[in-house]
């Protein structure tokens, strides 16, 4: 292990999947003065694509695991952009979720649990933010959850 972060990782039994190339014309993350602001990131688990609407054929616990999942991109895609040193992470800012949904469906911040609950178990106090969880009808390839998500580096 490199750092502190990524020995909480592992006792944590998580490790980091390669930070997700772009799917179109955009970057995965952009650094403006000491904040990176890193493109949403979509469900996806060692197996593939985390799919389906929440309200209809997933559970909530299926919810938070996708948004679990999309933390881990996120923090991947914080990785590169520290040139492969968590350790210049000062504070995670803002996530902003989006949950594939029902439209009765309002368990939206019990999803997103699933990413903040991680920034702070990886973070500590650093991981604690703001944050937005929103229903959407519809998300890329049918995926059941995506986070965006500001950091503060040094």
Not at 83 to 99: C, E, I, M, P, W
Not at 119 to 130: D, K, L, N, T
């Amino acid at each position: 292990m490199t750092n502190a972060i990524e020995q909480r990782l592992a006792e944590l039994g998580l490790s980091l999947p390669d930070a997700p190339a772009p799917a179109a014309n955009y970057v995965p993350f952009v650094q403006s003065g000491a904040l990176v602001f890193i493109s949403g990131q979509i469900s996806a688990g060692p197996e593939g694509l985390i799919c389906g609407k929440l309200g209809a054929d997933l559970e909530v616990e299926q919810g938070v695991s996708a948004a679990q999942a999309c933390g881990l991109a996120l923090i991947a895609q914080l990785r590169a952009a520290c040139g492969g040193d968590l350790s210049r992470l000062r504070r995670v800012v803002k996530l902003t979720g989006f949950v594939n949904c029902t439209p009765d469906f309002t368990d939206q911040p019990k999803v997103i649990n699933g990413c903040s609950d991680l920034m702070v178990a990886v973070f500590g106090e650093e991981g604690r933010h703001a944050r937005a969880a929103v229903g959407a009808p519809a998300l890329p390839l049918g995926v059941a959850v995506e986070i965006e998500g500001i950091f503060e580096i040094a």
